[in-house]
């Protein structure tokens, strides 16, 4: 099935700086030791069906052409990384892409989420971006609720998606 998608507009205010909560830290790809390794550890959870090697993280994330490695975050919480979310931006298009959004396991329903929702946000706006998308799946409710909090929107166009958000919407009581 094909997955739901989800967008967002820039409503021009200025990207509200991010203070992560006590015991946590904000770091990009580039400033985390072994970083392949411990983005694998998070994305297993949700995302790809079990732990993956280093070739899953190249073809999910070098293999696209607007990646790049600083705008790829994680969560340290107690200086072990929990979380990861990507934003890739198209300058040209001044468009961005949330992608690979996951938290670990153990630490869902902690607000992690939400904090990276929050990142994701201050990257688009920080960096120019007008537009934004990402996709998720049906049963992501947790996030979707989430992704809806900061400001993005159902994409319901096509029929599908109509119906398929319709019942999100009465599963979430919206």
Not at 55 to 83: Q, V
């Amino acid at each position: 099935m094909e997955q739901l998608i989800m967008r967002w507009k820039n409503d021009g205010a200025d990207a509200v700086p991010i203070s992560p909560p006590q015991g946590c830290q904000i770091v990009n790809f580039l400033q985390l030791e072994n970083a392949v390794e411990q983005w694998l550890d998070i994305v297993q959870y949700g995302l790809s069906n079990g732990k993956k090697d280093a070739a899953y993280y190249h073809k999910m994330m070098t293999s696209r052409p607007l990646y790049r490695e600083d705008k790829c975050f994680f969560i340290l919480e107690n200086g072990n990384a929990i979380a990861t979310l990507t934003v890739i931006c198209d300058y040209e298009k001044r468009e961005g892409y949330i992608h690979m959004v996951a938290c670990h396991e153990s630490t869902r329903g902690k607000g992690y989420g939400t904090l990276l929702n929050r990142i994701a946000v201050f990257t688009l706006k920080k960096e120019g971006m007008e537009t934004a998308y990402l996709t998720t799946d049906d049963w992501r409710i947790p996030a979707i609720k989430s992704y809806l909090r900061i400001g993005f929107e159902p994409d319901l166009s096509t029929e599908d998606f109509r119906e398929r958000w319709g019942k999100i919407y009465t599963q979430i009581g919206r």
